[in-house]
């Protein structure tokens, strides 16, 4: 079966002792052979830096300018499109182009599919499609969040924790939100008090120009009603008082006179009787005039009133306009409060939804685990007797934990290496090299449902020989049915199951200036058995 994506070639040019060298892999399994020191660890060197991981300068070839990895990847699946089309990265063929050049004095450089792209970018892509498995990468095996996405997929609900997640990061989400909302609030709560005194204080005077006006008009009516009253009674008395010698008596007289005499014209004599009529208009506005004393309560009040104006002026700019545009603003603050609290109470509410239906989910996953953990178990003790760890048990278990992005399952890893000595933490009680073949035998388990395309194997024959190193061949071959396998081994017990055999060679070249040269080649299909059988003797 082809795997979604495979390594097809690598390109090293001035790497230690690489000069300019191209690597051919298969789609199945390849197995990197050579003599102790003869460069097979700077080809995985090499592949790291493929991987996004930061370039030491050191390894840039003695008197080169710089250092320089490519690798071509083969890509048939629309998975691997896709999300490359959704990084930007779109890929317009099958081939998928990783470069990084690596400078002695300037920061290295990195393209995917001929386009720049940062180091975090190149180590997105190696988590989701390649797994190194080495001596130090082993540690992974102790993780519980490691064993966790493993049992998942071997459960086959990935899919299904997919969603939980996006689903819990949705409840994070509002959660953070709530806080937010609630510092909002306990700080508003500190104005809240303050601002609800200056509205009701705006609010018992109630405020406007009009108002304020005829508050005004009053209480200077009421301090000059003696004033005015005389001032009428004065003038009413000129106008209409004394008889014939009133002013409206003497212009009457006068117009009378003036009308039997060609003194004035017919105009002026309008005029006349118009300014008559006027004065007598004034004279009727005067009698109409009621002053009303205004009682001391009454005027105390509209006293009161105007201070109050004064007052709120005072506090809140200088004019009433500017007391009716606070009033505005405070009440705004106000909606804003309990706009606030509203957001809190429909945040709790939706919370308290989310954490039901997540905890009614996780409580579905937790149950499949505790199965699939139980079936996993029997499979991988198998698995690993095959690989001559004979008396060995490992069990998996689960537990439950606090509400996460994974659900609340916790898992734990358990192992009995010898019949009757009890189980005890895998991490205290394996070595290196069976770390190794426990996790061999759990890639051997999951092959078939693994979504991981390209797997490096780094010492997984550290320590081991003879019958283990066959079976360890013979795991490594299971595996690459469903997924590449690229596996450095020194053992032909391994090397004999591959199907492609990549032989790395040291050679030192020149007379007065000696260089050490690495070179690579592929040992033809033809001629595997024989040069198999020149290896180190299979026993």
Known sequence: MMPDLYLKSLHIRNIATFENQVINFTHGFNAIIGETGSGKSLILDSLQLIFGA?????????????????????????????????????????????KRIIYPNTPSKAWLNYQSCSLNLLTMFSRRYIDLVGQFENQKLLNPSYLLKLLDQFAGHSS??????????????????????????????????????????IEELDPSIEDEKELILKKSSSLNLEKNQKIINLNQNRLSG??????????????????????????????????????????????????????????????????RYQKLKRKFGGSVEDIVKTYSELKNKTVGFDTIQKNISLLESEINKLTKALNAQAQSLHDTRTKSAKKLSELLTQSVSSLNMKGASLVLSTSKGELSARGFSQLNFK????????????????????????????????????????????????????????????????????????????????????????????????????RTHSTVGVIASNDHKSFIQSMTPLN
């Open 54 to 98: 930061r370039a030491d300068k050191k390894i840039i070839r003695k008197n080169s300018d710089f250092g320089m990895v490519e690798a071509v990847f083969h890509a048939d699946s629309k998975d691997v499109k896709n999300w490359l089309m959704e990084l930007g990265h779109p890929s317009e063929s099958n081939e998928i182009v990783v």
């Open 160 to 201: 299904q924790v997919s969603e939980f997640s996006k689903l819990f990061e949705t409840l994070v989400s509002k959660k953070n939100q709530l806080q937010e909302f609630e510092e909002e609030l306990k700080q508003n709560l500190q104005q809240e008090d303050f601002i609800r005194f200056q509205l009701k204080e």
């Open 415 to 514: 192992a009995q290496t010898n019949v009757g000595e009890g189980f005890f933490d895998v991490q205290a009680i394996a070595s290196g090299g069976e770390l190794s073949r426990i996790l061999l035998g759990l890639r051997q388990v999951l092959s078939s449902q693994d979504s991981i395309s390209v797997f490096l194997f780094d010492e997984v024959d550290a320590g081991v020989g003879g019958e283990t190193a066959l079976k360890i061949g013979k795991s490594l071959s299971v595996v690459s049915k469903h997924s590449q396998v690229i596996a450095i081994t020194h053992l032909p017990q391994i090397a004999v199951n591959a199907e492609n055999l990549v032989h790395v060679q040291k050679e030192t070249i020149g007379k007065d200036n000696l």
């Open 242 to 307: 004394d008889g014939d010698y009133s002013i409206l008596s003497q212009l009457a007289l006068m117009i009378k006179d003036l009308e039997g005499s060609d003194l004035l014209s017919a105009e002026q004599l309008d005029n006349l009787a118009n300014s008559h009529s006027l004065l007598s208009e004034v004279d009727y506005a005067l009698g109409s005039m009621d002053f009303e004393p205004i009682g001391e309560d009454e005027l105390g009040e509209i006293l009161d009133r105007l201070d």
